[in-house]
């Protein structure tokens, strides 16, 4: 591409300028090949031309379009050059406020100098697990990406942070540290990562101090290894420092201060543990007060102090330890102000009285006389031997400053050292990432031998970092498989060379260092001679032979040699040393051990050069260092390194100010524009295929287009970019050389600013045209306007001429008219007063015949009426002699029909179609009074007409009078006329008064009407100010009714904090429950090391479900889980957690004692009912025991009796062979003896069996005692002796032994039992007699009164006869329904009473045959026993299930454990395993075992628990358990037996609630347990859609090309799998719908359904917005459409499934609303009060954001202006709102467990074969 296509006209360049470094102009002519300069236009409009150097032909940089400022990489610009690099971080520094930035490999990070939020915990959770080039360049993106390879690739990992002092290199370090902390889990007890973090505090005090740059500058490198298991959890850590700055120790220049803790411990000083360091101000001792700065603002030293302390402590540094530090450092202080006296030039003194010499010695524990003289002399040894010499002032003074050096470098050293080895762990390090903190290269006016160690340090890591940027180019293209050229990148090995090698500066340095006269003088001349000639990197200052210039990779730097072999060789005066090794302060005695084990120190000093072989054998601090740095290098090569570059801004601290000149020397410095370098001369643009093809779709034709986009593309190129060299086609890229992006952007630009113009031109014409039409359809409409008001005036002009011509004709025709109406008047009064005269003859004449006809009318009127009269008496009497005899016949009918019920059958037949006529006709009469009124109203207003209108002919009778009058006047000769008129006025006053009669009449009917209507009006008042009152009354309750939902909402709201607060703390406790828990399995199997899950956790915080002890008041076996010591420990730290538990506990004893109580209550009844049961069953058994015996005794007796009567028989018979043996004779004796024997025991046995009759019959009567029927049972039976004098010898007769006595009494006492019975039933049928006997009366009565009311009804008209029969109807069926009603209520209580008998009876017989299964079955004989038929229903289920003791765990391993959720919720009843559990929990609460009902429900807690714990990641299992749960609590809570809960159930429902435990405790337990598992769905949900949710919302396009959506060119960090396709959001909704359908079919209530899609909506909300919030690239318009897109099909997403009421609308409130805001107008002050208006959702830190990172995406959008952002801030500051950043995507909202019950009868459930419970029963 030809310079004169880039450099034409309107092109925009960078020139160079010495105070902005550089500036930008625009061509004002185009370029011509071979021109010596440029017409160029500055920014602010001055002209300035260019020079163009004819030989070397350099044109000034090219800027890059404006769409590629202000990029997340630099290597991503299109030019990659100084100004192009400087430009973009000045747009992202000072108008986006964006202080990090990549370049390449590289992490560019600038001191805001202000603190920022984005460092909390919610921004590390949103990089972690996020590749690096999908969010916007931060410090936690280089973490995660170190953190990611070092778990995927199992390689060590160093992150190395560098850059000048004050540019915040230690924060990024630490914020690195914090990041590993957070997103790692410690597998230790206590948490390694605290221990880890604590360190800073106690290495910035040591080592961090204020310099003129920087107000907590680390002067120390330092190398920190953070050691990881396998499981990728912090195990420990180790540090290697570096390089420590001793002499700030007591030395510091103006402004600056020594280390943090010299001044922690002087403002601590007032603490009573320091009183004995005797300390006092920081300005009262030398070594703290020479830099006169001893505050740094915003700093308290004394809080500092108490944050070291802490940290001390939690790296297992003792209080002990920590004071004897502390005493060491005061020492020093103390040291600092020893006041060394001059005496002469070469000696000097020290009082043995100085105070602070004698603190000093005090504190350290050595004798002051000897610190004092070895203070001021030193000790000289030659061969023979050894000298003590005094020395000058200045050489005691170096001496003694030397002393506190060397000893604080050992503190210093002993510090790191336990630091390690708290750090340190037992367990395996598996990997490590190292954080490198370390100086950057550094150039002072003044630079001595610390600088030349930091640059040298430099030069070697920016080799290293060299070969690593071209190790990775090299490896970019060999990945992408195209062919690559050498790159010529700067190898500062000649410069290191320069340093380190044989004969380098530090040979030469260590070497005159052995010389026994070396000074800094003759090192120079030795570099000068040596190094000068020999090596181009090497050169020597024209004006100074002290010094010399090292040509370093960022800038010469000129050492001066003063110093540098003293600083080298480190010396302190030995028999100091040997003093403080003799003191008695163990901590001092340690630090010198610890140096004598060094491997740099021996303790050869036996032999005569003692002093010269130890000075041989010590090691330099210039060999120290660069060993030291040699190993370092080793590490950092053998990890994966990422590289962090800390850029200063300004030297002024100012925040957010950028200083162009000091940016670019840094740049140059840290290598960034190396990077840059190297990157340009390759291909440093690389773009995959479909992102190219997405952007410069525009520029293709559509023939051009193929289904293979890379061969679209590379047709493309080849036509856009004739050049082949300036790209490449790799297999998954194409590859751009600098400069091409830009063209291709200027040929895209172009394209669409023709197609722009085309739409332009199109719009402009279309106006034009539109113009036009409006303007002629204007003048047509002004021409019709005018012609029609010319028309209007010919017409005016016509109508008027008519008009006249038509006056003219009226005028003459009245004129004649008049003269003839004269004439015809004179002529008609004539004619009119003639006819009067005749007309009143006339008149009289008919008058008396009308008078006469009157007279005879009346008379003949009587007559006929007399003769009417007569007739009507006499039909009435024939009437009525014919109606008596036809009612006596219907009267005898009636009584007969009377007697039968038919009658009133027919009486009653018809009588509801009769009322519902008579409605009828009520409601049409109530219609015709309203017609009947509305007539009324007419006739009120006809009648006040004709009023007016007689009125008004009086008037105009009074008119005429008037006018007769005159009339009169002038002919007084006509008194005729004079008559007629009198006689008029007569008549006239005749018919006024008619008239006022007529009028009074209705005036009085009208006033009845008007007091009706008033009487109405008032009633109508009356009602109104009722119903005013009941409206106020009812507005009050409104009113009070708001109150109370205000109240409630309020309470409400307090009570869901108060539940969020709750299930955190109860998932924290289950969590420290679960961890307590798997650490005793742990240590119970002998585990060296506890560790917990391997899964990376975001948040750093456990997220298995635990198991938790169930504590129930109610069972008797169970203790109360107590929490052990190391709960206690774990959770030392949370005061308020455990404030809360102890609050819950008092709470939970509190309650449990109250249930105790209330148990003991319970027991006490059960116990007596189970007493009185026990003696019943005694009772019960005792009658049976006494039946068997009474039937055994009888089967003996009768076996004697048969024994007996063969025994004579065979005495008796004389038929028989052998003949009886002869009376006297020994068998007969025997026989005889046997015989009486016989009947003894006979007798004795018919005794014993008539007792047990009697017995048998009392018992029976004891049984009917409380009843009526036991009622006169004498149960005293006296039985008489067997042998009473008394009876009759007949008795004697027929019963020798009593036997019928006994039974005579039995069946007396059975004949009275029988007649009571007998009584009872006659008792029964009389009550049941004299019931019907009343209901008979009542008919009869009923039957009387239809009677009286049907003769009555006989002599009414028919209207008043049906009103009659109605209203006695109505009054009939009013009793009836009465009677019924009352009927009704007796047979609900008494059903009730039934059924608690029936409870009870049920609950007996239950108990009863438990107790029968229970004992042995009893043989039962062959005698007759009386046997009771029971009647047996027809066979059906009570809705509970038999198991067998100790079949729990097989019941539950089938239900719990093995059960598939997939195969119930497809083929099974939703929640059957909760069903089944409940059915065999109602039985066991049946047979009222306490132990079985708790081992079943906790063993089933248990094994819920169990499998959620192993399945916890597994979506449907949880969803499957957590409805199960719920289920199975919802069933404890429906058949609990609740009054409010019986409502709600069938009556089957109620039949089968538990009767004989209450469960509302486990209720509960289970509840807790139902909260765990909706936590841990949340969970496991979370982690399915967080992967879908930014890919699917935010990085895919549905409009691709379409919105200009930007192509950056990211180079993505971490290699990750191939993706099968673009995420979309259908592809997120379709695992919404999985999810919703899933729960669905595990039979989950709908409430928390809602409630967890509410909680999916907020999660993809939060994610989404903190996304947005942390990139740069996602906030442009087009984005905003897109994210509106997205939300709007997720809201019909709720609405095609009816979820539109849960909330889940309002958490997309504040995504939608950032959508909006990055489409709304951003310009007027209009626009910031819309935005302030729309924008409720989102706080101001969000508004701000987003707007600061709106970035356009095409040339025809605006940045958004600064003033604009503070316009917006101004208007949103009095907003009261949190200020935080980002959405807490880990919120999780408080669940609502909300009671449904089932519909489901437990007797319906059938359970599946399939399951294989046949150990089941159903009963």
Known sequence: MAACELYSKFARVWLPDVAEVWKSGTLIRDYTPGGLALALQLDDGTEVEYKIDPQTNNLPPLRNPNILVGENDLTALSYLHEPAVLHNLKVRFLDSKLIYTYCGIVLVAINPYESLPIYEADIINAYSGQNMGDMDPHIFAVAEEAYKQMARDEKNQSIIVSGESGAGKTVSAKYAMRYFATVSCS??????????????????????????????????????????????????????????????????????????????????????????????????????NQGQNLVIDGLDDTKEMCNTRRAFSLLRIGESDQMDIFQILAALLHLSNVEVKYQSADASSISPDDPHLMVFCELTGV??????????????????????????????????????KHVYAMLFSWIVDRINGALKSAVKQHSFIGVLDIYGFETFDINSFEQFCINYANEKLQQQFNQHVFKLEQEEYMKEEIPWTLIDFYDNQPCINLIEAKLGVLDLLDEECKMPKGSDDTWAQKLYNVLLRQNAHFDKPRLSNTAFIIHHFADKVEYQCEGFLEKNKDTVNLEQINVLKNCKFELLLKLFEDVEKMPSYTKKRSSVRAGSAQRDNKKTVGLQFRQSLHLLMDTLNATAPHYVRCIKPNDHKASFILDPGRTMQQLRACGILETIRISAAGFPSRWTYQEFF?????????????????????????????????????KNKIFFRAGQVAYLEKLRSDKLRMACVRIQKTIRCWLARKKYLRMRESAITIQRHVRGHQARSY??????????????K??????????????????????????????RKQYYKLMYEQKALVIQTWARGWLARVRYRRTLAAVILLQSCVRRMRAKKELKKLKVEARSVEHFKKLNFGMENKIIELQHKINEQHKENRELNEKLNIVEKTATVEREKQNREILNLHRSVQKANTKAEKLPSL??????????????????????????????????????????????????????????????????????????????????????????????????????????????????????????RGSGSSSNSSEFTVSLGSTDNEDSSIPTEDETQSTADLPVLLKLQRRVKELEQDKQSLWKQLDKKEEVQQEKAKEEEEQRSIGRAELDLERLKRQELESHNKKLKQDLNELRKSLTTENSDLMPPAPGTLPYKILLEQLNSSNDELEVRKEEVLLLRSHMVRQEALKHKGSALGEGVNLDLEIPPIHNPDRSTDIRTLNEDGELWLAYEGLKETNRLLERQMQDQEHFHSERYNMLLEEVKKLKSEK?????????????????????????????LTNENLELMATQEKQEQTVRKLKKQLKTYVRKVEDFE???????????????????????????????????????????????????????????????????????????????????????????????????????????????????????????????????????????????????????????????????????????????????????????????????????????????LPEEGPITVDILLEHLGRFYITMTQHGMDADIIKQVVKQQFYIICAVTLNHLLLRKDMCSWSKGLQIRYNVWQMKEWLTERELADCGAKETLEPLFEAAQLLQINKKTEEDAQAICNMCSALNTAQIVKVLTLYTPVIEFEERVSSTFIATVKNLLKDRIELSTLMMDAKRMFSVTLTFTPSPVALETIQIPASLRLGFLTHI
């Not at 009722?1026 to 307090?1054: A, F, G, V, W, Y």
Request: aromatic share 8%.
């Open 187 to 288: 597998s230790l007890e206590t948490r390694v990562e605290e221990r880890v973090l604590a360190s800073n505090p106690i290495m910035e005090a040591l080592g961090n101090a204020k310099t003129t740059r920087n107000d907590n500058s680390s002067r120390f490198g330092k190398y920190i290894e953070i050691g990881f298991d396998k499981k990728r959890c912090i195990i420990g850590a180790n540090m290697r420092t570096y390089l420590l700055e001793k002499s700030r120790v007591v030395f510091q220049a103006h402004g600056e201060r020594n280390y943090h803790i010299f001044y922690q411990l002087c403002a601590s000083s007032h603490l009573p543990e320091f009183k004995a360091f005797k300390l006092g101000c920081a300005d009262e001792f030398r070594y703290t």
């Open 367 to 404: 004798p002051c006389e000897d610190m004092a003289h070895w203070l001021c002399h030193r000790k000289i040894q030659t061969t023979t031997e050894t000298y003590v010499k005094s020395i000058s002032k200045i050489h005691a003074i170096n001496g003694r400053d030397a002393l506190a």
């Open 694 to 730: 997405s952007r410069y779709r525009v520029l293709m034709k559509q023939e051009d287009v193929f289904p293979d986009r890379k061969q679209t593309c590379k047709d493309l190129m080849k036509k856009l970019i004739k050049d082949q060299d300036k790209y490449q086609f790799g």
């Open 795 to 808: 017409v005016t002009f016509l109508r008027r001429t008519r008009a006249a011509v038509l006056i003219q």
């Open 810 to 839: 009226n005028v003459r025709m009245w004129a004649t008219r008049r003269g003839y109406q004269q004439q015809r008047v004179a002529a008609v009064a004539i004619q009119c007063f003639f006819r009067a005269y005749m007309a």
């Open 975 to 1096: 008194l005729e006329q004079l008559s007629f008129l009198q006689h008029e006025l007569e008549t006239t006053h005749k018919e006024k008064d008619d008239l006022e009669e007529q009028t009074k009449v209705y005036r009085m009917q009208t006033q009845q009407v008007i007091e009706d209507l008033n009487m109405k009006n008032n009633l109508l008042n009356r009602e109104k100010d009722e119903l005013n009152k009941s409206i106020l009354e009812h507005i009050q309750q409104l009113t009070d009714s708001r109150k109370q939902m205000e109240d409630t909402s309020q309470l409400e709201k307090d009570l869901t904090e108060e539940r969020s607060r709750y299930q955190t703390l109860l998932s924290e406790h289950l969590n420290l429950e679960e961890r307590h828990r798997d650490l005793k399995d742990e240590m119970s199997v002998n585990i060296g090391s506890n560790q917990f899950s391997d899964k990376r």
């Open 1344 to 1372: 009387e009164e239809q009677q009286k009311l049907m003769t009555q009804s006989l002599f009414l008209p028919e209207d008043a006869r049906i009103d009659a029969g109605l209203n006695q109807e109505i009054t009939r």
């Open 1410 to 1616: 438990v107790s029968a299964q229970q004992k042995n079955n009893v043989s039962v004989m062959d005698a007759p026993v009386r046997v009771v038929n029971i009647s047996r229903k027809e066979k059906e289920y009570r809705g509970m299930l038999e198991y067998r003791e100790g079949d729990e765990g097989h019941l539950l391993k089938t239900v719990v454990t093995d059960i598939k959720p997939r195969g119930v919720a497809v083929s099974f009843l939703p929640g059957l395993p909760a069903y089944i559990i409940f059915m065999c929990l109602r039985y066991a609460d049946s047979v009222n075992d306490d132990q079985r009902v708790s081992s079943l429900l906790n063993a089933t807690i248990s094994s819920i628990k169990g499998v959620i714990k192993r399945r916890g990641k597994d979506f449907e299992v949880v969803s499957f358990w957590l409805a199960n749960t719920c289920r199975l609590m919802h069933c404890l809570k429906q058949y609990s037996g609740d009054e409010t809960v019986m409502k709600q159930n069938t009556p089957k429902q109620n039949e089968h609630c538990l009767v004989n435990f209450e469960l509302s405790e486990y209720q509960q337990v289970l509840g807790d347990l139902a909260i765990q598992i909706y936590r841990q769905l949340i969970q496991c949900m979370a982690e399915i859609l967080q992967p879908l949710i930014v890919a699917s919302m935010l990085d895919t396009e549905t409009m691709q090309g379409a919105l200009g959506s930007k192509a950056t060119g990211l180079r993505k960090r971490s290699t990750s």
